[in-house]
């Protein structure tokens, strides 16, 4: 203790140098942490996106590929699925539920989905939360929607307001529904997941505003108006894929292995936690590349203070030679310059935490809402934990190599003049 309380007085008396460096530690230990918690709460995230799901059912084609389109929204389906094959699993007795969905239109860059009134009684999120409004009530006739809560805020909707669909995905869209415009009539609380980004229709609706369509063309010299599709039959023909849920998970493998294995057309089953690890380790390596790079920066940080600490080190000759004079041994200066060492990265983890917490508390909200990933408050997990141990040993590990140095000099070589 005695030898804290020196290095201590120590860095004192070089305040502004040891400031600079607790700095320089605590910058590298915030971006370490924050990284780290960011990660695992993006993943955290990532697996919230959709529960309480037992398969989700698409044309054959890829697993992730089939999570992609159907649970995100990013990319497209390879084909469609027909009513009659989605009827005939929604009928199976082993069911409790299925979601239809029906993609490919747009609202200014927002996807649109076209669904039923099972989509707000049975998706799930979040450890199986149940989708909320905001404001206002799920669609009952064709040409309603309920747009979800980024679709909402960027757009600046509001309740009866008319928005027109726009045929396609892209972000611009030149073929427009106009003479069948929708009338917003929900909007979803904030969930963190695609469904903020999505305009949810009635699968009638996409039905009604594609009945002057044929083979995604419209028809020259056809139209039909949007009061003369209403008394259409509007039963959809195909749709995108469907979500199942069952009444036994004992059942999952054996529904799953019969949808794959249906003869009149080509379908494909997959469990959603599976899928989304298996998209989640192709992103491994980004994830890797991410958490490699704050390490350098923490190494990049203990560097530095080795460097002043080395650069300082000549400057304190003298102050070791007084030192030795009054009885102290080489190993006593050992222990006092890896003491310093220990004490600035000490000091520099106890800043990083709480630049850590200040910006965690500052950009919370705003993080929730633009990027849907909520950032917790807690207290550090045992791998954070683990990290600031690791950065505590660098630091006395580099204070090793000044104290070394420190201790080879002599009290011969302290009081004496170099020329």
Same mark, same amino acid.
């Given at each position: 203790?005695?030898?804290?309380?020196?290095?201590?007085?120590?860095?004192?008396?070089? *305040?502004?140098?040891?400031?600079?460096?607790?700095?320089? !530690?605590?910058?590298?230990?915030?971006?370490?942490?924050?990284?780290?918690?960011?990660?695992?709460?993006?993943?955290?995230?990532?697996?919230?996106?959709?529960?309480?799901?037992?398969?989700?059912?698409?044309?054959?084609?890829?697993?992730?590929?089939?999570?992609?389109?159907?649970?995100?929204?990013?990319?497209?389906?390879?084909?469609?699925?027909? %009513?009659?094959?989605?009827? @005939?699993?929604?009928?199976?007795?082993?069911? =409790? %539920?299925?979601?239809?969905?029906?993609?490919?239109?747009?609202?200014?860059?927002?996807?649109?989905?076209?669904?039923?009134?099972?989509?707000?009684? @049975?998706?799930?999120?979040?450890?199986?939360?149940?989708?909320?409004?905001?404001?206002?009530?799920?669609?009952?006739?064709?040409?309603?929607?309920?747009?979800?809560?980024?679709?909402?805020?960027?757009? @600046?909707?509001?309740?009866?307001?008319?928005?027109?669909?726009?045929?396609?995905?892209?972000?611009?869209?030149?073929?427009?529904?106009?003479?069948?415009?929708?009338?917003?009539?929900?909007?979803?609380?904030?969930?963190?997941?695609?469904?903020?980004?999505?305009?949810?229709?009635?699968?009638?609706?996409?039905?009604?505003?594609?009945?002057?369509?044929?083979?995604?063309?419209?028809?020259?010299?056809?139209?039909?108006?949007?009061?003369?599709?209403?008394? +259409?039959?509007?039963?959809?023909?195909?749709?995108?894929?469907?979500?199942?849920?069952?009444?036994? *998970?004992?059942?999952?493998?054996?529904?799953?292995?019969?949808?794959?294995?249906? *003869?009149?057309?080509?379908?494909?089953?997959?469990?959603?936690?599976?899928?989304?690890?298996?998209?989640?380790?192709? +992103?491994? !390596?980004?994830?890797?590349?991410?958490?490699?790079?704050?390490?350098?920066?923490?190494?990049?940080?203990?560097?530095?203070?080795?460097?002043?600490?080395?650069?300082?080190?000549?400057?304190?000759?003298?102050?070791?030679?007084?030192?030795?004079?009054?009885?102290?041994?080489?190993?006593?200066?050992?222990?006092? !310059?890896?003491?310093?060492?220990?004490?600035?990265?000490?000091?520099?983890?106890?800043?990083?935490?709480?630049?850590?917490?200040?910006?965690?508390?500052?950009?919370?909200?705003?993080?929730?809402?633009?990027?849907?990933?909520?950032?917790?408050?807690?207290?550090?997990?045992?791998?954070? %934990?683990?990290?600031?141990?690791?950065?505590?040993?660098?630091?006395?590990?580099?204070?090793?190599?000044?104290?070394?140095?420190?201790?080879?000099?002599?009290? =011969?070589?302290?009081?004496?003049?170099?020329?």
């Amino acid at each position: 203790m005695a030898i804290l309380s020196l290095a201590w007085k120590s860095l004192l008396n070089r *305040r502004y140098t040891a400031a600079l460096i607790v700095l320089s !530690i605590a910058l590298s230990v915030t971006l370490l942490l924050g990284v780290e918690r960011v990660r695992v709460e993006s993943r955290n995230s990532f697996a919230n996106t959709i529960s309480g799901t037992d398969l989700v059912v698409g044309a054959r084609s890829g697993a992730i590929n089939l999570l992609l389109y159907s649970v995100f929204r990013i990319g497209d389906a390879t084909n469609n699925i027909s %009513w009659k094959s989605y009827r @005939h699993f929604a009928e199976n007795p082993q069911v =409790a %539920w299925t979601i239809p969905i029906s993609l490919g239109d747009s609202h200014k860059g927002f996807r649109v989905l076209g669904t039923n009134g099972d989509y707000f009684r @049975h998706y799930r999120y979040a450890h199986k939360r149940q989708l909320a409004f905001q404001q206002g009530r799920p669609f009952e006739g064709v040409y309603q929607a309920v747009l979800g809560y980024d679709v909402a805020r960027k757009l @600046h909707y509001r309740i009866g307001q008319k928005i027109v669909i726009a045929h396609g995905a892209g972000m611009t869209s030149f073929t427009l529904h106009k003479d069948k415009p929708f009338e917003v009539v929900g909007i979803l609380a904030p969930t963190g997941t695609p469904v903020d980004r999505t305009v949810h229709i009635p699968l009638q609706g996409i039905e009604a505003i594609h009945k002057d369509w044929v083979s995604g063309r419209q028809v020259a010299g056809l139209h039909i108006s949007a009061q003369q599709a209403l008394k +259409m039959d509007l039963t959809p023909k195909l749709i995108t894929a469907f979500m199942v849920g069952l009444k036994s *998970r004992i059942a999952t493998f054996r529904v799953q292995r019969e949808i794959n294995e249906y *003869r009149k057309e080509p379908l494909l089953a997959i469990l959603p936690g599976v899928a989304l690890q298996q998209l989640w380790d192709l +992103m491994g !390596i980004a994830e890797s590349a991410l958490l490699l790079v704050t390490v350098l920066v923490v190494a990049v940080g203990l560097v530095g203070m080795l460097t002043a600490m080395l650069a300082g080190l000549n400057e304190r000759r003298r102050e070791m030679a007084i030192l030795r004079s009054v009885g102290a041994r080489p190993g006593h200066i050992l222990l006092l !310059i890896t003491g310093e060492s220990l004490l600035l990265s000490l000091l520099g983890m106890a800043l990083g935490l709480l630049l850590l917490y200040g910006g965690l508390l500052l950009a919370q909200s705003h993080v929730e809402s633009y990027y849907g990933l909520y950032l917790p408050l807690g207290l550090p997990s045992p791998r954070e %934990w683990l990290m600031l141990g690791l950065v505590a040993a660098a630091g006395l590990l580099i204070g090793l190599i000044p104290g070394y140095r420190a201790y080879r000099y002599s009290l =011969a070589d302290g009081m004496s003049i170099r020329i």
